[in-house]
Structure formats: C-alpha cells, structure tokens
C-alpha cells in the first residue's frame, strides 16, 4: 500500500490529511468515506501520492540549482 495526501478543492484548498491506500481512486474514496464528505462535493476531494511528491520537488531544486541570470 501507498500513503497519499488528500486535499479538498473548494474556494480555497484544504489538506485533510494522509491515508494509506493502494491507488488514487481507493485513497479518495478512504477519504470521503472517514471525513465523512458529502456526495455533491465528493468530486472535490484529490490524492496526491506522497512519495511520487518528494521527487518532484528534488527535481525542481535540481532545475532551479542549474539556472543562471
């Protein structure tokens, strides 16, 4: 199994925390289902896998190091 940020997207974006699942469809439904979230705002509710996360933030910094003005 894989840990995933669920976020909510409504007028502002919201963290609602991290759930362990093993893919993006079954986080987001782990989610809705413990935060208890309403089925006309359940298309707002997105996962993030947190390791796929870090990588891409390693490679930003990578990108922006090799940068000059």
């Known amino acids: 199994m894989f840990r995933w940020r669920v ?3 409504g007028k502002t974006g919201q963290t609602l925390g991290a759930v362990e ?3 993006e469809a079954m986080a987001c439904k782990e989610a ?3 935060y ?3 089925p006309n705002q ?3 509710v997105v996962a993030v896998k947190i390791e796929e996360e870090k990588k891409a933030k ?3 910094r990578n990108i922006s ?4 003005p």
């Open 32 to 34: 809705i289902k413990f």
């Open 42 to 44: 359940q298309f707002r």
């Open 7 to 9: 976020s909510y997207f």
């Open 65 to 68: 190091a090799d940068w000059e």
């Open 21 to 23: 699942a093993p893919s």
């Open 36 to 38: 208890d979230i309403p």
């Open 58 to 60: 390693v490679k930003s």
